[in-house]
């Protein structure tokens, strides 16, 4: 093979399936840490699997590949800002022997701009509801807004005035709305307006969780929890 075909094929794409997932890139890429594993794979060094369309098949996480590939083509390590799986990254890394991608994860930069924090906003919904209606009755119901985030409160507070008469309740650094009795659909619909509310802000679900507890015989207790979190700017004092 003469250079030039040599050169032509190193540039010419490749498609990769890494656990289901196609990827479209170089040799000349997937080639630039020569020690790594694909480097010696696309150098002929390593045996190499197809699938029934003809690409290269790696058996591995095909999600995470995006920032294998993505620092193989900047050398840069680049993450979302709410990025959760830094463990199962470094164990990719080390699979492909990427030793400067290795040394970037074992030493990591700050995910935030250092300028930077983040705030959150817990939502939680207590619902008791009882075993005997059909369809089933909330007893009584509580959800609760906990933030640091003032601003939000005071928001909360002149936005959703119209529940005033459920009770609302605004402390510190929280704002709680208490029903009782009323039907599922009252409780479902402040739900959706406070979520809606809270992420025009500029917060994002970060987990939920649900938890079921029955402390009497007639009644069922079930708690839903929701976190939102945004970036914001530090303020100099």
């Excluded at 040394?103 to 509801?129: A, G, M």
């Excluded at 509580?142 to 009770?167: A, D, P």
């Amino acid at each position: 093979m003469d250079n030039g075909d040599w050169g032509n094929r190193l540039t010419h794409p490749v498609t990769l399936n890494v656990g289901g997932h196609l990827y479209t890139t170089s040799i000349s890429t997937l080639q630039r840490y020569p020690d790594s594993m694909l480097g010696a794979m696309f150098r002929g060094d390593f045996p190499t699997t197809r699938d029934a369309q003809g690409n290269y098949f790696i058996d591995r996480d095909g999600t995470l590949f995006r920032y294998i590939l993505n620092f193989l083509r900047t050398s840069e390590l680049t993450l979302p800002v709410d990025f959760m799986e830094m463990d199962l990254l470094r164990k990719e890394a080390d699979f492909y022997q990427i030793e400067p991608l290795i040394q970037c994860l074992s030493d990591p930069k700050p995910l935030y701009p250092l300028d930077t924090f983040e705030q959150v906003v817990e939502l939680s919904s207590t619902r008791k509801l009882s075993k005997y209606s059909n369809p089933v009755a909330v007893i009584i119901t509580q959800l609760t807004i906990t933030t640091k985030v003032h601003s939000l409160l005071e928001g909360i507070s002149n936005n959703f005035t119209k529940w005033n008469k459920h009770m609302m309740d605004t402390r510190d650094c929280q704002v709680s709305f208490t029903f009782g009795p009323c039907d599922h659909h009252q409780e479902v619909s402040l739900r959706v307006h406070l979520m809606d509310y809270i992420t025009k802000q500029g917060f994002t679900i970060r987990n939920t969780r649900v938890h079921h507890m029955s402390e009497r015989a007639n009644e069922n207790t079930v708690e839903h929890h929701w976190t939102f979190c945004r970036l914001a700017y530090k303020v100099e004092d």
